[in-house]
C-alpha cells in the first residue's frame, strides 16, 4: 500500500519560517516528479511546487516563488518544502503529491499526480 506522510506543519508568526517533509512508502518514486499543493479554508486547491525526480527541474507558484523551496531526498524516498518568509495568505492544509508518470518532468496540475498525502496545517498568524 502506498503511504505519503506529511509532517512539519504547525503555527508560525509572519515572517517565520516552516520546513515540510513527506515521507513515501510502499513503492519508491525516485524516477517520478513529486509536489506540494496547498488547500486554504473556502479555496479550491492550487499548485505550490513540483520537482523532478533528479532534483535538477522544478516549478513554483508565483506567489511562493522566491520564498519557498522544494527538495527531495530519493534515498530516503522524501520530498521537503522549505517555507520562509511565510505571510497569513500561505495558511492552509498543505499536500504532498507523486506521480508514477515522467510525461511531465515537472507537472503543476493536481490530474498530473497520482498519490496524496493525508496533508499537514500550516497556519500564520499576522
Known amino acids: 500500500q502506498v503511504q505519503l506522510v506529511e509532517s512539519g506543519g504547525g503555527l508560525v508568526q509572519t515572517g517565520g519560517s516552516l520546513r515540510l517533509s513527506c515521507a513515501a512508502s510502499g513503492r519508491t518514486f525516485s524516477r517520478n516528479p513529486m509536489g506540494w499543493f496547498r488547500q486554504a479554508p473556502g479555496k479550491e486547491r492550487e499548485f505550490v511546487a513540483a520537482i523532478s525526480w533528479s532534483g535538477g527541474s522544478t516549478n513554483y507558484a508565483d506567489s511562493v516563488k522566491g520564498r519557498f523551496t522544494i527538495a527531495r531526498d530519493n534515498a530516503k524516498n522524501t520530498v521537503y518544502l522549505q517555507m520562509n518568509s511565510l505571510k497569513p495568505e500561505d495558511t492552509a492544509v498543505y499536500y504532498c503529491?507523486?506521480?508514477?508518470?515522467?510525461?511531465?518532468?515537472?507537472?503543476?496540475?493536481?490530474?498530473?499526480?497520482?498519490?496524496w498525502g493525508q496533508g499537514t496545517q500550516v497556519t500564520v498568524s499576522s
Open positions: 503529491a507523486a506521480s508514477i508518470s515522467n510525461a511531465m518532468p515537472v507537472p503543476r496540475r493536481g490530474y498530473d499526480f497520482d498519490y
